[in-house]
Nanobody
Framework: QVQLVESGGGLVQPGGSLRLSCAASGSIDSVLLMGWYRQAPGKQRELVASITSGSTNYADPVKGRFTISRDNAKNTVYLQMNSLKPEDTAVYYC?????????????WGQGTQVTVSS
C-alpha cells in the first residue's frame, strides 16, 4: 500500500503564487509517473501536469504559469503555481504510478483546495 500526503493549498489573490507538495511513502520500488489533477465544482477532473524521469507535460491553460518537479530521493512531487487566476480554483489531487514487485499501481492523494479570489 502507498500513502500520499498533499500540502500547500490555500487562498490566494489573483496573480499570486502557491506551491503544492505530494509525498509518497509505503510499498514502492520505483515511482514511474507523478502528476497533478484538478476538479472544479461541477466539472470533471482534469490533468494539470505530469512528470516522468525524463519529461514533463502540461495542460494548455497552465503552460508558462505552472511548473512541475520531483525529488526522487523523497518520492515527492511539487507544483509551483504562479500568476494564478480565478479559473484555477479547484481541488488539486496528486496521482502517482508506482512499481512494486513488478506490479504497477496508481494512487490518489486526498486533495487540497486552491482558491484564487480577491
Amino acid at each position: 500500500q502507498v500513502q500520499l500526503v498533499e500540502s500547500g493549498g490555500g487562498l490566494v489573490q489573483p496573480g499570486g503564487s502557491l506551491r503544492l507538495s505530494c509525498a509518497a511513502s509505503g510499498s514502492i520500488d520505483s515511482v514511474l509517473l507523478m502528476g497533478w489533477y484538478r476538479q472544479a465544482p461541477g466539472k470533471q477532473r482534469e490533468l494539470v501536469a505530469s512528470i516522468t524521469s525524463g519529461s514533463t507535460n502540461y495542460a494548455d491553460p497552465v503552460k508558462g504559469r505552472f511548473t512541475i518537479s520531483r525529488d526522487n530521493a523523497k518520492n515527492t512531487v511539487y507544483l509551483q503555481m504562479n500568476s494564478l487566476k480565478p479559473e484555477d480554483t479547484a481541488v488539486y489531487y496528486c496521482n502517482v504510478a508506482v512499481l512494486y514487485r513488478a506490479k504497477l499501481s496508481s494512487y490518489w492523494g486526498q486533495g487540497t483546495q486552491v482558491t484564487v479570489s480577491s
